[in-house]
């Protein structure tokens, strides 16, 4: 007999087609079966070693997380509830040009400060890998063999292979280390990394100019993946920002994918239909274009990203000597507050739109869920006296919250052709961006249920089948006989995020059961020990 028959459930197949019911049966891993409206008929009904009543639940595909900053975190926790609890099945690691593999040991100490304020020091994890492919085989091993709690697929991060090619310094690369730049991108792809990220208003990859990037793309297009920019402004010069990554890539012949494609800022309120007008141009032509996006308003990144990138050159230490040094901090406060530093998007910064989420050391525990401003007016000096000091006494570890979003770009975004969901969730810090716990559900409850933006089916279908296509996967993302059994039932009638602002780390409701490779992770709204999870890597083309 076969493993599960999953019975009476409404399917939402992820392809966007209308809902159907059925009796869906797995086996190993995978679906072998789907009877369509199976007590209707009255036919003979499938039978398993184990029976689920879906009666009043959508089953659809495991949801794909397209930004995803998990990269530690599931090497830490075996639990990851965070994400396990919403549905999702498969996580895309890598994001923003900054990660853990290709490295050395000199880059992964660099790469390691840099980016503390997403995953943590790291001190928790043991680094024995260097390769991407280590790395790769490093999450199917997971916690003793078993595997993680949800799948993972990577990308080759352009800002860490920078660093470990040209170093921290803003300069061009030489035409060797180019070269050697294009075999450690083909090798993580060969390995099975799905793309290449960039973070281009971190660094060291917004010291790459463009046409290096076009190289990198190049070798991305001829192994069937995909280029992820976090690009150059989100702020002032957006518009020209999108642009450039569009030509960019259109001229290399490789496919774009926007990584939290979003407009912020007082500049964009309102201007999300320009960008989107861009976007159809393109597509009209014969781009391949996709993007994601998280629903919420405020931005989510560390405060030291908000530096001009002229003082982060030279990497984490150069940057703590510089914020240190009384007549260079005082140029970085005028970049930041007057003229707009590039590492805000061009626009001078308001503290009063800068929330710390998180910070390594406890004892700064104070400032955490307070605007810089805030504790700034409440210590009795300026805020970027208070930025410097957390800066300088935390090593550049705080997290922030940037509250500079637009309610009618997100939704005007949601409703694109080729949006796909990404949480671009940061798991540490005591006050974590809520999108970390609640982004899918989020999507089905409130901006499906409740306001109507998205159907039903349209809203699955950009969390399951599109971004499976993205990543060229051939047997996921879709309710299928014969593809994965990655599957989440939830109730549509009270699927809703837990997560706030003021309780961050609350899970979800509406989601009882939660399958990867066929076995329950979320099993009647709970964790079970399961860790089913595995690297997905990269199609052959």
């Not at 090497?75 to 994001?95: F, W």
């Not at 409850?445 to 499976?468: D, Q």
């Amino acid at each position: 007999m076969e493993d599960l028959v999953i019975r009476d459930a409404d399917v939402v197949d992820g392809s966007g087609a209308d809902s159907h019911r059925a009796d869906v049966v797995i086996d190993g891993g995978r679906i072998v079966s789907i009877v369509k409206e199976a007590a209707a008929a009255g036919c003979q009904r499938p039978k398993a070693v184990r029976e689920l009543d879906a009666e009043g639940l959508v089953l659809a595909p495991g949801f794909i997380d397209m930004h995803a900053h998990s990269d530690l975190a599931l090497l830490r926790d075996p639990d990851h509830s965070a994400k396990a609890a919403q549905g999702v099945t498969l996580e895309v690691l890598g994001q923003d040009g900054l990660s853990y593999a290709p490295v050395d040991e000199p880059t992964l100490e660099g790469v390691r400060r840099a980016i503390t304020g997403w995953n943590g020091p790291g001190d928790d994890v043991d680094f024995d890998w260097r390769s991407v492919g280590e790395y790769l085989d490093r999450l199917d091993h997971g916690f003793d063999g078993r595997g993680i709690a949800v799948n993972a697929a990577y990308l080759v991060p352009q800002g860490t292979v920078r660093a470990l090619v040209v170093g921290w310094e803003d300069r061009p690369a030489a035409p060797r280390e180019l070269d050697r730049m294009r075999a450690l991108v083909a090798e993580g792809l060969e390995q099975g990394a799905v793309g290449l990220s960039s973070g281009l208003t971190y660094t060291p990859g917004m010291y790459a100019e463009n046409a290096e990037l076009g190289e990198l793309c190049a070798v991305v297009a001829r192994y069937g993946g995909y280029y992820c920019p976090h690009h150059r402004s989100y702020g002032a010069g957006a518009l020209e920002a999108y642009a450039e990554m569009v030509e960019l890539t259109a001229k290399a012949g490789c496919a774009l994918h926007l990584a939290h494609a979003t407009m912020n800022f007082g500049v964009n309120e309102g201007r999300a239909p320009e960008l989107l007008a861009l976007l159809d141009e393109a597509l009209d032509s014969g781009a391949d274009i996709s993007l994601d996006t998280y629903p919420y308003t405020p931005g989510c990144t560390t405060l030291a990203a908000l530096l001009p990138g002229w003082a982060s050159e030279g990497g984490p230490a150069e940057t703590l000597r510089r914020l240190a040094d009384d007549a260079t901090a005082e140029r970085i406060r005028h970049d930041l507050e007057v003229t707009g530093a590039d590492g805000c998007h061009g626009v001078p910064v308001d503290w009063e739109t800068v929330e710390i989420s998180g910070v390594t050391d406890p004892a700064l525990g104070d400032f955490v869920g307070r605007t810089v401003r805030a504790s700034a007016d409440r210590r009795g000096e300026a805020p970027w006296t208070t930025a410097r000091r957390l800066l300088i006494d935390d090593g550049l570890g705080p997290t922030i919250l940037q509250h500079v979003g637009h309610e009618e770009n997100v939704r005007a975004i949601m409703r694109h052709r080729v949006h796909t969901g990404g949480s671009d969730g940061v798991l540490t810090g005591a006050k974590p961006h809520p999108r970390a716990y609640g982004t899918f559900p989020r999507y089905l409850g409130h901006y499906t249920r409740e306001l109507g933006i998205l159907t039903l089916e349209e809203c699955v279908a950009r969390l399951t089948g599109r971004p499976a296509a993205r990543l060229r996967l051939p047997d996921r993302g879709l309710v299928r006989e014969g593809y994965r059994a990655d599957l989440v039932l939830f109730d549509p009638r009270t699927v809703a995020a837990g997560s706030t602002y003021e309780s961050p780390r609350t899970l979800p409701t509406g989601i009882p059961h939660v399958l990867v490779d066929g076995r329950f992770v979320i099993e009647d709204g709970r964790r079970t020990d399961v860790l089913a999870g595995r690297a997905v890597r990269r199609s052959p083309v």
